[in-house]
């Protein structure tokens, strides 16, 4: 009887499984003065080529939320990236999950979007002495997000070609700087071989009433790495910066206003450590100074909208400072949250957004756990 359930477990988790290779070449924009041109070289940093190895699993309907998204496929990737500028930029790879969706699914063709998320690996980050040049990277590791729309054939019963394109992000959320990103737009062709023959999609009545309206709040909390470039220290610990924390509350409604989609309004609580920081020197070390607890508070406010994937959801809210301390040195007033979260159950969750502004510049990465109320309509 084991015996008979490890078989049967075994051909749950072959069915539907297919391997991918992918290849990619394509254009870095040019955000920083690194990428420009201001580098060893003396050379622009714009072009990337970059070759995948994925596996993946395609959904078939065991699900509601499988059926909702048209039956995709999702799974794990490996990566490797080359900026042709190994010396300063190093050979970076990246493990990362991925979900691939149709907007439109035809009897032999599919067009669909894709969003790839992980982390990154092996980058010549910034260093002072030996890698000045490099601001776009400040540490050996980074996340990496990739988003693109593409099309899937059938070439034969096994062997599908997959042609499209996707824009990267990488970045470390600010956690290390200076941290300006890396950005890219690149075409891509795949060749898939998929380890079963035919599909059969199951199709079910789905709910018609959407899930209950809700109230979601969380606490975050987070570091944020400041550089003291005025200071006269020792270069390599002038450049290893300040580590402040950063802290808050976030609140929102929600309403779901279709089987994927929920859009909300909402508040923000922030502390920041690093607002109106001042420094001193001891030892040849950077140690910071008490400053009022009050001027390092915000608040912000911002609309919503949630994308829900099953349990997982992908947030966007475009959000807007409405107090803060006034300073010079203020970010935009306008600033982007993206995040994800996992919900364990109806009420708990818990996840990570991203706080940037000028859409390209991380401020700080929001680490968070929540709890949610439901309420019927």
């Known amino acids: 009887m084991a015996q008979q359930d ?32 201001v580098n060893v070289e003396s050379e622009k940093v714009n072009s990337i080529q970059a070759i995948s190895l994925k596996v ?8 509601d939320w499988e059926q909702m998204y048209n039956y995709p496929n999702w799974g794990l990737g490996f990566y ?6 190994s010396k300063e930029i190093g050979n970076p790879f ?3 999950a991925f979900i691939n969706a149709p907007f439109v699914r035809k009897e032999k063709l599919t067009f669909n979007w894709e969003l790839g998320i992980g982390a990154t690996f092996n980058w010549k980050s910034y260093n002072p002495v030996t890698n000045k040049y490099n601001i776009s990277i400040g540490a050996s590791n980074s996340f990496y997000i990739d988003a693109g729309l593409n099309i899937n054939y059938p070439l034969t019963e096994r062997i599908n ?12 959320g600010g956690i290390k700087k200076p941290n300006y990103g890396i950005n890219s737009i690149a075409p891509k062709i795949s060749l898939q071989y998929n380890l079963y023959d035919k599909l059969n999609f199951k199709e079910r009545q789905l709910p018609k009433k959407f899930k209950q309206n809700e109230f979601a709040f969380s606490v975050f ?9 005025s200071v006269n220290i020792d270069i390599l610990e002038k450049y290893e910066g300040v580590f402040f924390t950063v802290a808050g509350l976030n609140a929102a409604v929600n309403k779901q206003v279709s089987h994927k989609s929920k859009i909300g309004f909402g508040f923000s609580l922030s502390y920041d450590g690093s607002i109106n920081a001042q420094i001193a020197i001891d030892k040849n070390e950077l140690t910071p100074l008490k400053t009022p607890f009050k001027d390092k508070f915000q608040i912000s406010i911002f609309p919503s909208y949630e994308l829900v994937v099953d349990k997982l ?3 966007i809210q475009p959000s807007f400072y409405i107090y803060r301390l006034k300073m010079i040195t203020n970010t935009p007033i306008f ?37 949610r109320i439901l309420w019927k309509k």
Do not use: C, P
């Open 6 to 37: 490890s078989l049967q477990q075994k051909e749950r988790f072959l069915k539907n499984l297919s391997f991918l290779a992918m290849y990619q070449a394509g254009y870095v924009f040019a955000t920083n003065e690194f990428l420009r041109g």
């Open 56 to 63: 993946s699993k395609q959904t078939t309907g065991d699900n």
């Open 80 to 85: 490797i990236a080359d900026f042709d500028n």
């Open 94 to 96: 990246a493990f990362y």
């Open 161 to 172: 070609f997959i042609g499209g394109f996707s824009l990267s992000h990488f970045s470390n």
């Open 221 to 229: 909390a987070g570091v944020k790495n400041v550089i003291f470039d």
């Open 313 to 315: 959801s992908l947030i």
């Open 335 to 371: 600033y982007q949250r993206v995040g994800l979260k996992y919900h364990f159950n109806n009420n708990i969750f818990m996840g990570l957004n991203l706080r940037a502004y000028d859409f390209h510049v991380s401020d700080f990465i929001e680490w968070n756990v929540g709890y």
